[in-house]
């Protein structure tokens, strides 16, 4: 930087400071007014205020120490020869002369370059830092509105008397927390505080005039009694529950007011559970190890160390077996927020196929002398058994035929119906064969429908099969077994006859057959005691449905779909009546009705019976007592019983949701009989406790002329 720009800087410089310097103590001064006449917070705001004002005010006159004032600084000094505006200009624009005027300035300025600072503005700095500390001091030390005269250190004061009562001098409240909270005890002048609850309050009050006793009047009729330490009045007291106080003395004080004790209570810690993010999990096969992850918080700190509880279940059924243990954690992080991990193994807690792990974290705080504690919520994992791994193996063999096993009748009827409309576009070949494929779905349907009727399998026939015994004809087939059927011979199904014709042992199953896997693999064997759960109404209507399934099946398998939809549409009516009738009834215990008096059927006795109308509960009405002190504070003229009061919100101090507001607001009144303002807030506290009313059904709004045209008009068309 060149000299010229370094005296400028400087220059500026100056200025700033002198600016501030000059109003800085205004701001002081009018802080310290703002904080004497509306207090601290507001003086703060002004202080913020009047501060960003100032180094606004200093930098908009740096500022104006531009380049023009540079060059009529230097036009003032006889070694610029009123030539200062040179050395800003563009070289390019300058005659010779010019340029060599330019040059003989600078090397003038470079050997001695003037100061270019404006003097310090010394009145203007002396006098404004009189008028601000004499401001300052006037608006500390000037006394409040009311308050008394201060006692000259080294003397005593007198005793109160009824010409001169007592009045509060200074205070000083002192507060220790607990030693668990790590909160540094502090001294404030205010009696209102808010604390920690089990802290240690210690009181030290100052009296213009001793009174001949004092203490400390709770709201609920406690005493804490001040004892005299000199010319000071001092009191312990642990906080144990929220509470609203006042300073009674005796003679009384002439300006009693009440002060408000907020204790906060420690909360118990809680637990979040972050890994996994389910409460049960399903292991994997092949699983060996679960993760574990917690994160506990706590108001004022949770302890170090944590408990893991593991709970192992084994067996089945009656036999189960619990096996518990307790790993000890370490948490890591912050007091107020740790976290505890842990990876488990498996194979270490004993735990194999079909058990279930069950874990839980138990946290616990600082509190003394009995900690607070807390448990997460119970995460399970449960390890599949070997039976549940090979039916998950299983369902991926059986997959293919599952769309099949699931087929509907409608849409059988549905596919019958395209094939007939495609005949004209298809071989006889393939016109057969897809013919023969619905009429797999058909047999797969009717047994799925069978087997709520007990059909384990079809079974063989009772006598070989004939011609005579194929459904061909459209009537339904009455010649096989009730509870199986036979199916139709063919020759393209042929590989079926190990469900119709033989038995399972004389067909040898078709390696990577659909239905072969699902016959061999996937029946079920449990659908016999569903048999048992259909009234024989459904049943029959069941077994109808079945026998026109057979029909259609057997067209459907010859190639005949136009024959075959008669019967499929039949057997999709008898499903629909199946479906709308009392399908299962469950009595395992026999109707116990009372008997029927066929003598007094029909003929209007009433007698002995028992009312069916819902019995009206009451509303809790209010105590009438409270009820009539509410209505006294209406008049003025009556004097309220704040004496019931104060007894009724002792008794109900757990129901309500501020209870210190409405002590806060008796007491105000029991200090200011005369004080209608306090009467007002009173009532609107007391209106808050009482017991209101469930809402009740709202009469319906009178209609408009438009709406009830439109309900004369519903009314006329009944």
């Not at 060149?2 to 400071?17: D, G, I, K, T, V």
């Not at 893991?308 to 000890?328: D, P």
Request: with cysteine; net charge neutral; hydrophobic share 40%.
């Amino acid at each position: 930087m060149s000299p010229l720009q370094q005296a400028w800087q400087r220059a500026r410089r100056r200025q700033w400071l002198a600016v501030a310097g000059v109003l800085l103590p205004l701001a002081l001064a009018v802080t310290a007014v703002a904080v004497r006449l509306a207090g601290i917070s507001i003086g703060s705001v002004v202080l913020l205020v009047t501060l960003l004002l100032v180094v606004g005010t200093a930098t908009w006159r740096a500022r104006r120490l531009d380049r023009q004032w540079l060059v009529r600084r230097l036009d003032a000094h006889p070694v610029a020869q009123d030539s200062a505006d040179l050395l800003f200009a563009d070289t390019a624009t300058l005659n010779p002369l010019q340029q060599l005027q330019r040059d003989r300035i600078s090397r003038t300025l470079h050997g001695a370059m003037p100061d270019l600072r404006t003097p310090w503005p010394r009145r203007w700095l002396v006098a404004s830092w009189l008028f601000g500390v004499l401001v300052t001091v006037l608006a500390v030390g000037w006394p409040a509105p009311g308050a008394p005269l201060p006692v000259l250190p080294g003397t005593a004061a007198p005793e109160a008397s009824v010409a001169l009562p007592p009045r509060l001098q200074s205070a000083r409240l002192q507060i220790r927390a607990p030693a668990y909270t790590g909160q540094a005890a502090r001294t404030q002048t205010a009696l209102d505080a808010k604390v920690v609850q089990g802290s240690a309050l210690d009181w030290s009050l100052r009296f213009t005039a001793q009174p001949s006793t004092a203490a400390l009047q709770l709201h609920d009729g406690t005493r804490i009694a001040l004892r005299r330490d000199g010319e000071a009045w001092v009191a312990q007291w642990r906080a144990s529950r929220p509470t609203l106080y006042r300073i009674v003395t005796e003679p009384a004080l002439s300006a009693p007011r009440l002060y408000r004790l907020d204790v906060v209570p420690d909360r118990p810690p809680s637990v979040r559970v972050i890994a996994p993010d389910r409460t049960l999990v399903l292991a994997t096969p092949g699983q060996r190890q679960w993760i574990l992850q917690f994160e506990a918080s706590d108001d004022f700190g949770v302890a170090a160390n944590a408990e893991l509880a593991l709970t192992l279940a084994q067996g089945s059924g009656e036999n189960i077996t619990f096996r518990e243990q307790r790993i000890a954690l370490t948490g890591t992080g912050p007091a107020t927020q740790r976290r505890f991990a842990r990876t488990l193994d498996l194979a270490a807690l004993g735990a194999g196929p079909g058990n279930d792990v069950i874990a839980q974290l138990h946290v616990r705080d600082n509190h003394t002398p009995t900690p607070q504690t807390a448990q997460s919520t119970s995460l399970i994992l449960r390890l599949p058994s070997e039976e549940q791994v090979l039916g998950a193996d299983l369902e991926g063999m059986v997959k293919k035929t599952l769309p099949a096993y699931f087929r509907s009748q409608r849409q059988i009827i549905i596919d019958a119906e395209a094939l007939i409309k495609q005949r004209g576009n298809l071989s006889a070949e393939e016109f057969v064969k897809r013919s023969d494929a619905i009429g797999v779905d058909q047999r797969i349907l009717r047994l799925r429908y069978g087997q709520f009727l007990g059909e384990e399998s079809e079974g063989a026939p009772k006598a070989p099969p004939t011609s005579d015994s194929l459904p061909t004809s459209d009537a339904p087939a009455a010649d096989h077994d009730d509870d199986h059927a036979h199916a139709p011979a063919t020759a393209q199904d042929s590989h079926d006859d190990h469900d119709h014709g033989a038995s399972k042992a004389d067909a040898a199953p078709v390696f990577g057959a659909a239905t072969d896997v699902l016959s061999e693999y996937g029946h079920t064997h449990d659908h016999a005691e569903a048999a048992t759960l259909l009234d024989p109404e459904t049943r029959a209507i069941l077994k109808a449905a079945l026998d026109q399934m057979w029909s259609s099946e057997g067209e459907l398998r010859q190639g005949r779909p136009e024959r075959a939809l008669p019967f499929a549409n039949k057997a999709l009516e008898f499903i629909k009546k199946v479906q709308q009738a009392e399908r299962i009834y469950l009595a395992r215990v026999g109707p116990e009705l009372p008997p029927i008096d066929e003598g007094r059927r029909m003929g209007g006795d009433r007698a002995d019976l028992g009312s069916r109308t819902l019995a009206i509960s009451p509303v809790a009405a209010p105590d009438p007592a409270i009820v009539a002190v509410w209505q006294q504070l209406a008049d003025t003229g009556n004097a309220p019983d704040l004496d019931v009061l104060s007894q009724w919100l002792g008794r109900n101090e757990r129901r309500l949701a501020d209870p210190l507001s409405l002590a806060a607001a008796i007491e105000e009144l029991r200090i200011q009989p005369d004080c209608n303002a306090c009467r007002s807030t009173l009532r609107a506290q007391l209106w808050r406790a009482l017991l209101r009313p469930l809402p009740q059904v709202e009469r319906r709004a009178t209609p408009d002329p438009m709406a009830q045209r439109y309900l004369d008009a519903l009314e006329a068309t009944r």
